[in-house]
């Protein structure tokens, strides 16, 4: 079974329409994340969920929302898409906040026209 | 920022030398961990070094850290082709912040 799964892996849409990426973990953890992987691979972080806790990464634009219904799920809803949206963006979960490993899925490659 | 920044950017080695890469961070560090990601895929984490350890192995792996100098070292010993990734090493502030990684190439 795998760990962290995202869907879909590959997203391609019209700039201005609004996209979800759907994110489960069946490792039993607490903590939930989403980074933004660009084509340089600079992995950035947008947010991070534990225990009903977000934290925001200042710079990430309001059209980005997460949204978690329970805690093996955190999805990642994005309105108004724009051109620089495009890059990957990984889902990963870890144990707690801290010096715990984090676990990714697999990416979600998402392209805006 | 805690962002770590590895070097090189990118590394190209024969089978079976070692490989060494490279990272440095700005501010104090609870603990560094290295991962490595291959092409098309997620990250998967390598190695987990806490900031009152010096040295760590895992297999083929040799991670130090060196915490008056903010940095840290991944040696890759006896590569493979199958090594042929990009390794990131990542520290811990209000989240985990990666650098920009080291793409290695290891020809057979």
């Known amino acids: 079974d795998t760990a962290v799964s995202q869907t879909p892996k590959y997203l391609v849409t019209q700039m201005g329409n609004d996209k979800s990426i759907k994110c489960e973990q069946n490792l039993g953890h607490d903590t939930m994340y989403w980074y933004k992987q660009d084509s340089k691979k600079f992995l950035k972080i947008m947010f991070s969920y534990n225990n009903k806790e977000l934290i925001i990464n200042e710079t990430v634009p309001n059209r980005f929302s997460p949204k978690s219904p329970d805690k093996a799920h955190l999805n990642l809803h994005i309105n108004s898409l724009e051109l620089g949206d495009s890059a990957v963006y990984f889902c990963?979960?870890?144990?707690?906040?801290?010096?715990?490993?984090?676990?990714f899925g697999e990416g979600s490659r998402l392209t805006v026209l | 920022s805690q962002q770590g920044e590895e070097d090189p950017q990118a590394l190209s080695i024969q089978e079976g030398e070692n490989a060494t890469m490279n990272c440095s961070y700005k501010t104090s560090i609870n603990n560094l961990q290295w991962y490595r990601q291959n092409s098309g895929r997620g990250l998967v984490h390598l190695i987990l070094i806490r900031s009152n350890e010096r040295e760590k192995h895992s297999g083929r792996l040799r991670v130090t850290l060196d915490t008056s100098k903010k940095s840290s070292s991944l040696l890759i010993t006896a590569s493979r082709a199958a090594d042929t990734a990009s390794y990131f090493c990542?520290?811990?502030?209000?989240?985990?912040?990666f650098g920009p990684g080291t793409r290695l190439s290891v020809l057979p």
């Open positions: 990963a979960s870890s144990q707690g906040r801290g010096a715990w490993e984090l676990f």
């Open positions: 990542a520290v811990w502030g209000q989240n985990f912040v």
